[in-house]
């Protein structure tokens, strides 16, 4: 009886060690983040040649659709070269300007549109990226756009926020501001931020380290009076009809004090770590400063502008075309002619998890 009763308790005992050996043998199901990007540009457009006017250039994604979009500008030594325009299109010439609300789904294209002020060179031109995304798990985006007529005083800002429907994600914007005849009317800033009562509905930016932002906010400036001012603003959004409660989009911000000097420039590059997800859009501001906690407010100077908000290395260099491991997003910003005290330049990078 000791002896059967001990043979059994051998099996049961093997039986056990067998089980155990087998569940560690059982693979587990594999995660991964299936976002990825490809940055498209087709390289320098030159202009504008005359005072007061701007041109229009676009970079395409021949697969993937628009996360976001970024815009770099050559000055050479002048201060009338100005950021007019960073925004989606439909086919790379037309825009989003009409009626507010949905306003395309699925876009592959993305403008950059460069301005002049009172005076141009033939060095000035202006170089358009778009970030081509894909992922598993969202297949589709839509773009909605909102507007508003400012400024239309001298140093005022023209605020205006395009928030993502209910139930998607925020995956980018853009900016544009008009009129180009005026000369000095510019955006300045072109950011993430949230709907809400602690971002005062868009009017403070998202801050380093917040996670999934879902509107855009656009800031318009002028150096004069012009009562046809428009300032628009873009947000890119994940389509209607995607479960997105997996999917983290994490900020990083930088900013820093400057430019302050009259007719100088200023980079401020922030990255995307690798343990936070994919960059897939970034943003850029010349400000007064705290734009995470207080209302956003303008620069010291009318004639402070943006000459650039795009992909780039750690050094603040624009990325090549075609390039895959994008993860750093740099603003470009300058002043005009004049000192500008209590200046800041700021730098948003959109990092992305689809948490397929």
Known sequence: MRAHLFVRARTAGTGLILGAALAVAIPTAAYANTVAVTVKTPGATSGPSTANSEISTHADCSSGLISGGGINQATGTGNGNHVMGTSPSSNGTSEYTGSTGVVGTDVTHWLGIGGSGGQASSSFSTTPFAVCFTSTLINHTQVVMNKVNAPTTATTVGRVTATCPANTILLGGGARATPASAGDVKPIASFPTFNNSAHDFGLKAAADGETNPDSWTAVGWANGTNSTTETYAYAICSGSGINISGVTVKVHYSEA????????????????????????????????????????????????????????DSSGNPV???????????????TGGMSSPSTYSDAWALCANDGV
């Open 320 to 334: 090549s075309d075609g390039t895959t491991a994008a993860a750093y997003w740099t603003a470009f910003t300058h």
């Open 257 to 312: 004090s400057g430019p302050t000097t009259g007719s100088t420039g200023q980079k401020v590059t922030v990255n995307c770590p690798s343990g936070d997800g994919k960059l897939i859009s970034g943003g850029a501001a010349i400000s007064g400063g705290s734009v995470t906690t207080t209302d956003f407010a303008g620069p010291g100077s009318g004639g402070d502008h943006l000459n650039g908000s795009f992909p780039s």
